[in-house]
């Protein structure tokens, strides 16, 4: 299944889910997501902070790529192990040396693509669906606050930050 449209959406199971960003640009492109528990609590799980898989938020990064604009086979993965704690989850993808300067990111020539992978092996790609420019993007984001059940949602949703010192510069994005 694919969300290739802004606003597209799909549901999606409450158990484990693998969100997979690819890219081979030459870009300093970091994974990320921003959260907010059922109890308010809001945190992120970045290539600073990890997380935790066995404990809150049960989301964690693999780890840091394509460092310093490296082209080639780049890939950051997050492993999410518990949705049921979630209000909302939402997928980011930056471009770091662009934020540190607070310059446009290469977005529009990059073919940065995220994958998310259900415990049952179901994939939904998501794409970036934007003509804005930015520095960073929230691709998606994972609803889980109906009764009805999660929701993935292409969000495409594109800001510029000059340094990146709060979440709630992130959440600014997303909330405009």
């Known amino acids: 299944m694919e969300l290739a449209q802004k606003g597209a959406e799909a ?17 300093d492109f970091d994974l990320a997501a921003a959260y907010e528990g ?55 993808c930056w471009d770091y040396g ?23 092996g179901k994939t939904v790609s998501v794409n970036m669906d934007s003509g804005d420019t930015g520095n960073v993007v929230c691709i998606a984001t994972i609803d889980n606050s109906s009764p009805m059940g999660a929701k993935l949602i292409n969000s495409s949703q594109i800001g510029t930050l000059k340094g990146l010192k709060s979440l709630d510069q992130l959440l600014a994005i997303v909330n405009d």
């Open 98 to 120: 662009q934020i540190q300067s607070g310059a446009t990111a290469r977005f529009a020539d990059s073919d940065v693509g995220l994958s998310i992978v259900d415990d049952a």
């Open 38 to 92: 059922k109890d308010g609590k809001q945190g992120m799980v970045y290539f600073g902070e990890k997380g935790d898989m066995n404990g809150f938020p049960f989301m964690q990064l693999s780890g840091d790529e394509g460092v310093g604009d490296a082209g080639g086979n780049n890939e950051e993965t997050m492993r999410i192990t518990r949705l049921d704690d979630m209000n909302k989850v939402w997928i980011f």
């Open 11 to 27: 549901f999606i199971p409450l158990k484990q889910l693998m969100v997979t960003m690819k890219w081979t640009t030459a870009a």
